[in-house]
């Protein structure tokens, strides 16, 4: 999994810098991110809807990875971010993003976060159920504001993941349902009100998908609505925004195609149904996260005590664990683990690397093929740059990482590590 540049002298290196030494600077469990991967990623997205002449936004998806430093990277790529929450938002703010490109997305925004939308001019909100346009309708006339708002539908497209990371089927939290008539009466609900400029529809069908034919029927269904809604409503979408979900490499077993072979798929679909339906060629979005965050992350530990049990199984335990990554416990997710300073060993085992909570599924990856190691060793677990540091809690009271960027050589903290006086500063003592 790793290129030839991530490897030195058997070392695996990060954006120039050897993984040990970061792990020496700035102490660990540490999240480190490779930048020119996040660049490199974008920048590919980009790159076939201006070869393809479609008019387009790639817009990140922020849960996958936010802070104010991702944030300023972004926005040098000059692209969208889209934020779930008042604190992506805020965290936005902070890094002075654009708001005219920021879409905000959820099922239940509240009151207060569409204000808070609305007060520092947010491009779109994607609207996801009645109740929200009725909650949008009176925030923005308690404003006086206007604002683009696209609906989110739910396509009943069954991607090819894992069943809890799905967002696409019929039977879903998110959006308006296709089948039963709900998009349309949303449709003209939106229409209806002067405050609101409807861009387009917007649908995701879910995460970690390595199949094109899933995006090809979602495609084909929002021309299908286009169609459909021009006929009937007199209404034409200007952008058709169909989501992320691309998948990525995590392990050898997994043979994903490149995240943009996805957008291509997207690209000749609508080019092809849309001229069938005589229709014109709408914006494109895409909401790419894991695929630019993931691959670029590197989560590093240090390995502490080992624990043999003969002829079942050795465990190797690091200082970090389902605090810093909770997907294998969540999703059975797998990973591939390397020693940072041998990273193509001549002598291995097969051992399972456990984290330090309490817990007994708190392992990160079953059985890694790894060199025999020592306490104090430094073990990377690679693509870890999605939904890790995002989804990290405080389980045990166990301070989280450091994350660290690191480009062109040099390094720099962008979030520091909590302390432990940080784990007590919202705790308030009894009163006597
Ligand atoms: C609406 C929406 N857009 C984009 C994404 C990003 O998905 P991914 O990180 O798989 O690209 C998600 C998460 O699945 C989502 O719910
Ligand atoms: N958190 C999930 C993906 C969620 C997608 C968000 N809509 C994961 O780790 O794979």
Known sequence: MLSSD????????????????????YGTPLQVYDVAKIRRQIRAFARVFVEQHVDYAVS??????????????????????????????????????????????????????LQMAMHHHVGTIILDNFYEIGLLAQVLEAADAEVNVMLRVSPAVSAHTHEFIQTGQQDSKFGFDLLTGQADQALQQVLAEPRMHLQGVHSHIGSQIFATDGFKIETQKLV?????????????????????????QYTDADHPIRPEAFVEQIITTLKTETAAANLPLPAVWIEPGRSIAGPAGVSLYRVGSQKTIPAVRKYVAVDGGMGDNIRPALYGAAYEAVAADNVAPTETEVVTVAGKYCESGDILVKDATLPPVQAGDVIAVLATGAYGYSMASNYNRNPRPA????????????????????LTRLDVKLSD
């Open 60 to 113: 990140y998806a922020s849960k996958a990875f936010a802070c104010v430093a991702m944030y300023q990277i972004v926005n040098q790529e000059h692209v969208h971010i889209d934020v779930v929450s008042a604190g992506e938002l805020a965290t936005a703010l902070a890094a002075d993003f654009p708001m005219e490109r920021v879409s905000f997305h959820g099922n239940n925004k509240s009151y207060e976060e």
């Open 6 to 25: 991530e490897v030195r002298n058997n070392q695996l290196v990060i954006g120039g810098i050897p993984a040990t030494e970061l792990a020496d600077e």
């Open 403 to 422: 994350v660290v960027f690191v480009e062109n050589g040099s390094a720099q903290v962008v979030v520091k590590r909590e302390t432990l006086a940080d």
């Open 224 to 248: 299908h609505l286009m169609q459909h809604w021009r006929d009937e409503y007199d209404y034409l979408p200007q952008v058709i925004n169909v989501g992320g979900g691309f998948g990525i």
